[in-house]
């Protein structure tokens, strides 16, 4: 999996994208459907109509990077299809690329740390 932060942006297009497109049809998607500056560092996600394939693009500094990813066997797991987008962590996108729910990854929870006897 590619590295992403804890800290960065993933936004999740909640619609299926035509997939037979290389970067510059993502892109343009995060502009024109989502709103959004594709070069600000934030992780796109978009679906295709099956839900076994995932595309993301993001701004590395240097130039645009394009990852997809396909499942054999399996669907991701999607939130459901309407207008719109959503956020996701960085650990759900993680959870999302590997076929996992991502839905049951939560945000991490501060534990006080272990009282020292004495």
Known sequence: MIGLSGAVRVLVATR?????????????????????????????VFRAKRADRVKLVFWDGTGVCLFAERLEDGRFQWPKIENGVMRLSAAQLSALVEGLDWKRVGAAKDTPAPKRPG
């Open 16 to 44: 299926p994208v035509d997939f037979r497109k290389g970067a510059e049809g993502p892109v343009a998607q995060v502009r024109d459907v989502m709103g959004a500056d594709p070069f600000d560092g934030a992780a796109y």
